[in-house]
Nanobody, 126 residues
Framework: QVQLVESGGGSVQAGGSLRLSCSVSGYTYTNYYMAWFRQAPGKEREGLALLFPGGGFTEYADSVKARFTCSQDNAKNTLYLQMNSLKPEDTAIYYC???????????????????WGQGTQVTVSS
């Protein structure tokens, strides 16, 4: 069973950078979609980056495409989200999530992801 633990959140000024980590256990990277989502107060959960099984392709939401980069280190069983040029509207709780490659994994459909981390808070001040 896949288990996910996020870390790396914090407070940063606008224009700054943060790198989030998601430690993964019980995971065979060729069998799962991995993704980053976020949820701001009063808003729906938003998909940010979707890493396809095997890591050969990553899809990004338009809102973060030019600023965020998702990667994985298979040797460390860790998924990363490098966030640059942060804006106050990026303030949210950030989650990593996993979905079986046989399921429905889409950035617009968080219900398709069966496993979630506990989340890490990112706060961007102006």
């Amino acid at each position: 069973q896949v288990q996910l633990v996020e870390s790396g959140g914090g407070s940063v000024q606008a224009g700054g950078s943060l790198r989030l980590s998601c430690s993964v256990s019980g995971y065979t990277y060729t069998n799962y979609y991995m993704a980053w989502f976020r949820q701001a107060p009063g808003k729906e959960r938003e998909g940010l980056a979707l890493l396809f099984p095997g890591g050969g392709f990553t899809e990004y939401a338009d809102s973060v495409k030019a600023r965020f980069t998702c990667s994985q280190d298979n040797a460390k069983n860790t998924l990363y989200l490098q966030m640059n040029s942060l804006k106050p509207e990026d303030t949210a709780i950030y989650y990593c999530a996993a979905a079986s490659k046989y399921g429905l994994a889409r950035l617009l459909f968080p219900e398709g992801f069966a496993t979630w981390g506990q989340g890490t808070q990112v706060t961007v001040s102006s």
